[in-house]
């Protein structure tokens, strides 16, 4: 990457201080872009779920993992759970959606409180493993909630074979005009679902899968306690990337804690932040850390610039930091701060290997939490930030008391958010095809063909806050 005319700025920049310069290009389509990351996690896609309970659990771990990304698993969930959400997630399907089972004497309430999480907007009704019928939200509309879904299923669903290929399943969809599809193995028996948009995005992504094909996730330990236990355990759970995450890197906790992990032996990356600095970068690779995480600060649910004027602009952060990593043989992910497809790309063109998003996956159907609905009728999911009042207090549940209170006095971060769900795109696939078809349309114009071309003839200019303003779309003339 380059600065337009070679000029260095004098000062620290954020995403929307920059803009990328159309060069020569050879690449014929987007789809000949090679979005795969080489940072060692086996990921297709250069995308990471944060590790914010709000957002990173076994559902979203699926689907991301599905198109090619990868979801850290929080540090504040037990191990034995944990577990369970790897073995679970590397049992998926790699092409087939993981459906919501209902049996025939099942209430048309209990579809309704269920249905909502998935974004295919559907349950299927099975009996003894077979599926029998498929219960979608308009079929519950003005019923009474005590009727059985067998009462308002559609008894013949379109079905597909375990082998069948997706363009095929999308065929069979499109003539039944039906939503979706069940897929049942030789038996009969459910396997999954399929939607329309399902089988294209199963010839379009690749699944980030380990080498026994099972969907690859990592997971997260904190800098203090047994961090060579908790590292262990994970690590025997299956988990193909270690994260030890700590607001503020560059101590001597995050050191010592990189060494009693890298004392294992893993045989899986270590990524390990966040810092800043070159400084930062050298001192956490040094300890043993794969991967390091670059950024203090740009976050939507963290106060932490606000409270105590800590941080540094993002863009000018991960550039920095990832050409020290770089010169080191490790890599960096930017983790924060994007808000559109555009600061992805920038992201990746300062060289970063992948890009965590946090807030901007809080409002899907895949996120953890419940689905609200506000006074206006619009859909919503509550996040809170690592820090916050909230994720403290869920941190030191089986501390005293007094302790709890006493921690509790210096929390940072937004305790409760309403991240609202995206009507034409509310499922964390729709964005991952949003920021997809962003980033490869940057590599065109640039004339890449990978993320490391990207990152190679990048060239960017600095623009005025009237020059951010100039891009963005109207959605009313003026």
């Given at each position: 990457m380059r600065f337009l005319d070679d000029t260095t700025p004098p000062y620290d920049l954020t995403y929307n201080d920059v803009f990328m310069v159309p060069r020569h290009s050879a690449i014929a389509s987007r789809y000949d872009v090679d979005l795969a990351t080489t940072d060692g996690t086996g990921a297709t896609l250069p995308l990471v779920v944060a590790n914010m309970t709000a957002i990173a659990g076994k559902r979203m771990a699926e689907t991301v993992a599905r198109r090619g990304g990868l979801t850290v698993i929080p540090q504040d969930i037990p191990l034995p759970v944990v577990a369970d959400v790897v073995r679970w997630v590397k049992s998926r399907h790699l092409v087939f959606d993981t459906p919501i089972e209902l049996s025939r004497h099942q209430t048309v309430a209990e579809a309704l409180a269920l249905i909502p999480k998935r974004s295919h907007r559907a349950a299927v009704v099975?009996?003894?493993?077979?599926?029998?019928?498929?219960?979608?939200?308009?079929?519950?509309?003005?019923?009474?909630?005590?009727?059985?879904?067998?009462?308002?299923?559609?008894?013949?669903?379109?079905?597909?074979?375990?082998?069948?290929?997706?363009?095929?399943?999308?065929?069979?969809?499109?003539?039944?005009?039906?939503r979706l599809a069940v897929a049942v193995d030789v038996d009969g028996r459910l396997l999954g679902v399929l939607t329309r948009t399902g089988a294209l995005r199963a010839t379009v992504y690749t699944p980030a899968a380990d080498e026994k094909g099972?969907?690859?996730?990592?997971?997260?330990?904190?800098?203090?306690?047994?961090?060579?236990?908790?590292?262990?355990?994970?690590?025997?759970?299956?988990?193909?990337?270690?994260?030890?995450?700590?607001?503020?890197?560059?101590?001597?906790?995050?050191?010592?804690?990189?060494?009693?992990v890298r004392a294992l032996r893993p045989s899986v990356p270590v990524a390990a932040g966040n810092v800043v600095s070159a400084e930062g970068t050298r001192a956490l690779v040094e300890a043993g850390a794969d991967i390091v995480k670059v950024g203090v600060g740009p976050g939507a649910m963290c106060t932490t610039r606000m409270m105590t004027g800590v941080g540094r602009p993002q863009f000018s952060a991960v550039l920095e930091c990832a050409t020290t990593a770089r010169e080191l043989g490790a890599h960096v992910w930017a983790d924060g701060g994007v808000r559109h497809p555009r600061d992805v790309a920038l992201a990746l063109a300062a060289g970063a290997s992948s890009v965590m998003i946090g807030s901007w996956f809080a409002g899907t159907h895949e996120s953890p939490g419940d689905l609200m609905i506000d006074s206006d009728g619009r859909p919503y999911k509550v996040s809170f930030g690592m820090a916050s009042a909230r994720a403290v207090a869920n941190r030191t549940s089986a501390e005293s008391a007094y302790d709890r209170a006493r921690k509790g006095l210096y929390e940072e971060g937004i305790s409760s958010s309403r991240m609202y769900l995206d009507r034409a795109r509310?499922?964390?696939?729709?964005?991952?095809?949003?920021?997809?078809?962003?980033?490869?349309?940057a590599c065109t114009y640039a004339g890449a063909?990978?993320?490391?071309?990207?990152?190679?003839?990048?060239?960017?200019?600095?623009?005025?806050?009237?020059?951010?303003?100039?891009?963005?779309?109207?959605?009313?003339?003026?």
């Open positions: 099975v009996e003894n493993g077979h599926p029998v019928g498929v219960v979608h939200e308009e079929d519950c509309a003005e019923v009474d909630r005590f009727a059985q879904v067998q009462h308002v299923m559609n008894p013949a669903p379109v079905t597909i074979a375990a082998h069948t290929h997706p363009r095929e399943a999308f065929d069979a969809i499109d003539a039944a005009h039906a099972g969907l690859r996730i990592a997971a997260a330990i904190g800098v203090n306690g047994d961090v060579g236990q908790r590292a262990s355990a994970l690590l025997e759970a299956g988990v193909d990337c270690l994260v030890v995450d700590t607001a503020h890197g560059h101590q001597d906790r995050m050191l010592e804690a990189l060494r009693a509310p499922g964390v696939e729709d964005l991952i095809d949003e920021i997809c078809s962003g980033v490869r349309s063909a990978s993320l490391a071309e990207l990152h190679e003839r990048a060239e960017i200019g600095i623009q005025s806050t009237a020059g951010y303003q100039e891009g963005r779309p109207l959605a009313t003339s003026w």
